[in-house]
């Protein structure tokens, strides 16, 4: 579903702050894929995200999706393949629009967006029945804009938004760091959830190992710019933190990490 | 005595705060839904008046020149748009360029720096015919102009398009991540805003006469105080109640305006009193501590 080949990313080319994000990065991601993304601050997590989703130009090597090159793609080009949710839960709804508002947007993802009504009483209906099976009581607020809810309560409607229609790879960058343990837990129930239940691809980025090993089918950790640990199926199921610990601690200098 | 004054200030208010009040609309959506500071205004306002006095009195049918105004208007917003998208100019930059680029295109576009309309057959000739008072007419025709107009920018901006371009101002990187083009949002909201301003510059030449290459200075600061008195009055929560706060906002600005000037402004002093007007309103909320209410959230800057 996402091939990758020799990615490569360089900050500030040519300068005493020169940073090689991405260096000659290979990914494979497998239809229906749950991988989850760990490595310490500033090991390309993000930039890997980032330059998927086309956010970043990339300097060397090449993407596909779904068979699709989309490499030179720009960012609201390839938006018609991925969903994307943030770490920030204000960066993936507008605030000043209603709840409604957001989702009918999100449902256009990639379609031309013309000069019919923007929520008609039928989807209103839809998002409706949608938001109630989230159980955060969000479908009677339809008309509210966004600004008033709480970050969990925006992180969910983002999940909800990036999946109304079905991206190809779903990203998701630390998505629930910035939220209290249990709306994080909240969260993150709703994303396996939706991740399991459409046969989603996706990729996450946690910042929490116990999480990183806990979900999903497979799991990669980035150091330095390159995957230094890539493991899945049974061999991940068994896995433990201790294990990690054991064989990465040295580069793993990261406390939250392994909390 | 004092009480009669303001009363019969009250009409010229209305009639002045709706012409102006299209000024007041198109820095709504550039400043409030792009989050666009957009300073174009004060070239194409005199633009719009520029293109109708001279398509009037070269023989061209009212309508048509008004029309011929409006687009002039909309291509001056485009451009000012596609320097901050395409050539990465500062968004500020772009407007302050675009309008000392329209004060050289409005003196070509008249051939001189004012043109009389009043010996000419305008859009408003009919209407100052009518047996009635020449104020009666008139405002009821710019009513009409700036109702209408405002309905339909609130229908705009429901539309999937009009979303698009709220969600340019309001989450830039949210709405690239749904697929849409901001760069295309940021120059179609720009003209559609400029057009509105260059219909009002179009308008109010043909009601006060002439035009004149200097009629826009200090328009955009005017508009501001317009729509800062206004959401002061009714908010900004909905599209449709920053529209309206724009139109009544401008009205009292013009009546404000008015009751000064009976008092005793010199008209000379108006921009400085419509200055410390708008620093007053963007500032207290400084002074108080309380930055992040008072202020206005813009991009490119
Ligand atoms: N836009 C940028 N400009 C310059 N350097 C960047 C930029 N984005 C990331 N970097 C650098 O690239 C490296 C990887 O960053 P990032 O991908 O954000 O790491 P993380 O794994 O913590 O998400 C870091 O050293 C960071 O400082
Ligand atoms: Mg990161």
Known sequence: ??????????????????????????LHLASGDFVTVIGSNGAGKSTLLNLIAGSYTTDQGEVHIDGERVTGFSECRRAAYLGRIFQDPLMGTAASMTIEENLAMAELRGKPRGLTWGVTASRRAAYRQRLSRMGLGLESRLKQPVSLLSGGQRQSLTLLMATLHLPKVLLLDEHTAA???KTARTVMALTEQI???????????????RQAIHYGNRMIMLHEGRIQFDVSGQEKAELTVQEVVARFGGTLNDEALLG | MLLEGLLRTIPVSLEQGLAYGLVALGVVISFRILSFPDL?????FPLGAAVVARLI???????????VAVATGFIAGCCTGLLNTRLKINSLLSGILMMTVLYSVNLRI????NIQLLTVDTLLTPLEQLELPRLVPLILFFLVVAVGMKAAIDLFMHTQLGMAMR???????MIRSLGVNTDHMTVLGLGLSNACVALSGALVAQDQGFADVGMGIGMIVAGLASIIIGEAVFGIRTVARMTLAALAGSVIYKFIIAVGLRLGLAPTDL????????????????????EKEGKLHLRGV
Not at chain 1, 195 to 209: E, K, S
Not at chain 2, 40 to 44: H, W
């Open chain 1, 1 to 26: 579903m996402l091939q990758i080949e020799g990615l490569r990313k360089t900050f500030n080319a040519g300068t005493a702050d020169e940073k090689r994000a991405i260096d000659d990065l290979d």
């Open chain 1, 179 to 181: 939220l209290d343990p």
């Open chain 1, 195 to 209: 991740i399991t239940d459409n046969h989603l691809t996706a990729l996450m980025v946690t910042h929490n190992m």
């Open chain 2, 40 to 44: 174009t205004v004060d070239g194409s």
């Open chain 2, 57 to 67: 009195t070269a023989g061209i049918h009212p309508w048509i020149s008004v029309l």
């Open chain 2, 110 to 113: 008249m051939g001189r720096s």
């Open chain 2, 167 to 173: 969600a340019t101002g309001d989450n830039e990187q």
């Open chain 2, 271 to 290: 921009k400085l009193a419509t200055g410390v007007m708008v620093i007053l309103a963007l500032g207290i909320p400084a002074l108080r501590g309380k």
